[in-house]
């Protein structure tokens, strides 16, 4: 038996066929086609692409909904900056399941964060790009999930 693979891939790099499989599965959810055929009308490619890619092509806010997600940080080693990165976490309905930081080095220590996020209330490209603006974050990003 063959496991499939993931990948967490940019949207930017895609193919357009991809982003168009995926505006289609959009839109059937959503009630704004009632079929296939209708679907990939609308964003203009072949019901069989349509087909070929369907079940392979899902947005990362969909597959995270009831997920736990590990989170990477890179702190500098300032007062409040953990502090300001959890209270990121808390504004967003992320329930924080385990923080595992090193001991800094060279100014900067390692961060882990595992959170539950299906009670969240914003994205999670929100909650990522609102911890990396924060100061001293030096990087911040997910680790798995």
């Known amino acids: 038996m063959q496991t499939s693979k993931y990948f967490l891939v940019a949207a930017e790099v895609l193919p357009e066929v991809i982003l168009k499989v995926a505006e289609a599965n959009r839109m059937l959810r959503a009630g704004e086609a009632r079929t296939a055929q209708e679907a990939a009308k609308a964003v203009g490619i072949s019901r069989s692409a349509f087909y070929k890619y369907r079940d392979a092509v899902q947005p990362f806010t969909d597959m995270r909904t009831g997920h736990i997600i590990t989170f990477y940080a890179l702190l500098k080693n300032n007062p409040g900056v953990l502090s ?32 539950e996020t299906s009670a969240m ?20 990003e997910i680790l798995a999930g």
């Open 84 to 115: 300001n990165v959890l209270s990121i976490f808390a504004g967003s309905g992320a329930n924080i399941l385990t923080i595992n930081q090193s001991i800094p080095t060279n100014g900067c220590a390692a961060v882990t964060i595992s959170a």
């Open 121 to 140: 209330s914003q994205t999670l490209e929100q909650l990522i790009a609102d911890a990396a603006r924060l100061t001293g974050v030096v990087r911040f």
